[in-house]
């Protein structure tokens, strides 16, 4: 069977949930074999072979941490000519999009990011893509090349099939091209010990309607009893009441989680671009005309101040 | 020496109007209005800034697209970009990222630069992989994704806000940058700017003035092939409550019904 490069993103060892749905789409297609690079990567191997890993490819190095992106793309290729893969997936975050990228320039491969879905076809892997602010919906395929493609979170369930995972050093020469960018300085964010907004499944919005960062609290509060991510639209963001790490639309953040809570939200194209594809929406707000309304599974035309917490408190209730 | 610093941008659809699909399954472009990609106004302000802040500088905003694309490199001149290059040729119709690259990577060699500059994404492919792989077809440093930026004696640092951790950069010129919405607010062109901005050259080049063939771009060139795009089905009508008092348990009720609690 075709083998599949799967590129690992984890925090020292710790692999992050979109790579464990990588693993469920790769082996639509193929036999994964991991690459997991920088300090911890070996710690990996039990978690990707639990998951479909049939082999994992390992290689720590201080250029991963010390320059940006480009000692990546260099150990992805070196994974790529000792593989010869019939495609390679990568996590659809900002710096999985930018490997990848120059990854496919340097093979001579076409690229597909974002794609939300992954099936086998008749001439390769096809990607489903969601595009104009989810209005469309495309099926592309790369027609030049070994396929590489970037795969959003919460794309597919996370299935364990446990495989062999045999851990294997990948051997890497570094480029010329590695060293040019140097991280000379790190600051990790702060946890909030909340999901990661891309990856959560159940998303809590607040908006303009929320009225003062102070109030992003009972925002917070809601998102705590669900175990959910915050996120913030452009004029909350814009107006300081919250991280632009957590804004959701299209300059910031595109989320698909299962539920998507929209409150104090009217619902601009520009916030539907990052939300619509959410699977179930609920939105709260006191406008009855707000376009936000046009896309709910549920609304409720009402006050924030009034709603959030009766809301917060039967859920804490109902989960004893 | 002059600080040469090369824009790049895009002429998007408008979002707020009603994008769609061509028969050849590319982006119609006739049925909506086209603009300056918002994203890339942010790249200009940034140029505009270090143009500033150096003794001698000059900013070229660089497109590739249609004729209308001029309008997107008007808006940049009346920013107070210095001058544009507009490269145009019927055989890029239906040109994808990677071969886009290419054009742009030629395009600013033949101009001459120090500094190349994009927004993080276009607003209508929101790919985000232009700057990567000019990046990696001119050979020079990636400084990506910043929403700090400045360039000091060859050198340009700058902050990239990510998931994990904010980093700072640095590498040598020449570097290709790309800069995020959190940059800085972009100026609005002020009515000086746009008189101004009629008198400015604008180049147009096509693709032989590049040396590159008509099968490198366009749809037959291009490395992805999009099978088809369905409109997505308008969501059934969702059941909308007002609020007299129960709102919250009402929603409670539901997400139960949902399983989520």
């Excluded at chain 1, 490997?99 to 390769?124: F, H, K, N, Q």
């Excluded at chain 2, 049925?31 to 505009?48: H, I, R």
């Amino acid at each position: 069977m075709a083998e599949v490069l799967v590129y690992v993103d984890h925090v020292d060892g710790a692999v992050r949930k979109p790579t464990l749905e990588l693993l469920t789409l790769a082996r639509r297609i193929g036999e994964p074999v991991a690459v997991a690079l920088g300090s911890g990567a070996e710690n990996t191997a039990a978690t990707l072979a639990e998951h479909g890993a049939v082999k994992v490819l390992t290689h720590d190095a201080s250029e991963y941490a010390e320059y940006l992106v480009v000692p990546k793309v260099d150990a992805l290729q070196a994974a790529y000519e000792q593989v010869s893969p019939a495609a390679v997936l990568v996590p659809s975050s900002a710096e999985g999009k930018e490997i990848a990228a120059r990854l496919a320039l340097r093979i001579g491969s076409g690229i597909i990011t974002d794609a939300v879905d992954l099936e086998a076809g008749d001439e390769g892997p096809v990607a489903t893509q969601s595009v104009f602010a989810a209005s469309f919906t495309t099926k592309s395929r790369v027609s030049k090349g070994t396929p590489v493609i970037t795969v959003k979170p919460n794309s597919a369930a996370v299935e364990a099939a446990p495989a062999a995972g045999t851990v294997e050093a990948l051997s890497v020469t570094f480029s010329e091209k590695a060293t040019g960018t140097k991280v000379t300085g790190r600051t990790p964010r702060e946890s909030t010990g909340r999901p990661e907004l891309t990856e959560a499944a159940i998303v809590v919005s607040g908006g303009r309607g929320v009225g003062g960062a102070e109030n992003f609290a009972l925002i917070e509060t809601l998102a705590d009893s669900l175990g959910a991510a915050v996120g913030a639209s452009r004029a909350a963001v814009d107006a300081g009441w919250y991280p632009h790490t957590n804004q959701v639309g299209q300059t910031g953040k595109s989320v698909s989680p299962q539920l998507y809570i929209a409150t104090g939200i009217s619902g601009a194209i520009q916030h539907r671009a990052g939300m619509q594809t959410s699977k179930t929406i609920v939105a709260i707000n006191k406008d009855a005309e707000a376009p936000i309304f046009d896309l709910v599974d549920y609304g409720i035309v009402g006050d924030l101040f009034e709603v959030v917490p009766q809301l917060t408190e039967q859920i804490r209730a109902r989960k004893g | 020496m002059s600080l040469r610093i090369v824009v790049t941008v895009k002429y998007v659809p408008d979002a707020t109007g009603d994008r769609h699909f061509a028969d050849d399954l590319t982006v119609d472009r006739d049925d909506v209005d086209g603009l300056l990609s918002e994203l890339d106004e942010y790249a200009v302000e940034q140029a505009l800034q270090i143009a500033e802040d150096a003794d001698d500088a000059e900013v070229t905003v660089l497109t590739v697209g249609p004729e209308d694309a001029k309008d997107a490199l008007r808006k940049a001149l009346s920013m107070g970009a210095d001058k544009a290059i507009h490269v145009e040729d019927d055989d890029l119709h239906g040109t994808d990222a990677i071969g886009t690259s290419l054009v742009l990577a030629k395009a600013i060699e033949k101009a001459g630069y120090d500094l190349v500059i994009s927004g993080m994404a276009s607003t209508d492919g929101t790919m985000g992989v232009v700057p990567a792989l000019l990046a990696e077809r001119l050979g020079v440093p990636q400084v990506t994704l910043l929403s700090e930026v400045s360039v000091e004696d060859g050198t340009v640092k700058g902050r990239r806000d990510g998931d994990a951790a904010s980093e700072q950069l640095e590498a040598s010129l020449p570097a290709v940058v790309s800069v995020t919405d959190q940059s800085g607010e972009a100026r609005y062109p002020s009515f000086k700017g746009i008189m101004a901005a009629k008198k400015k050259p604008v180049e147009s080049w096509d693709l032989s003035d590049l040396e590159i063939e008509a099968e490198e771009v366009g749809l037959e060139g291009a490395y992805t092939t999009v099978e088809a795009a369905a409109e997505r089905p308008a969501r059934t009508a969702g059941t909308i409550v007002k609020d007299e008092g129960e709102g919250g348990k009402q929603l409670a009720e539901f997400l139960a019904s949902q399983k989520f609690i």
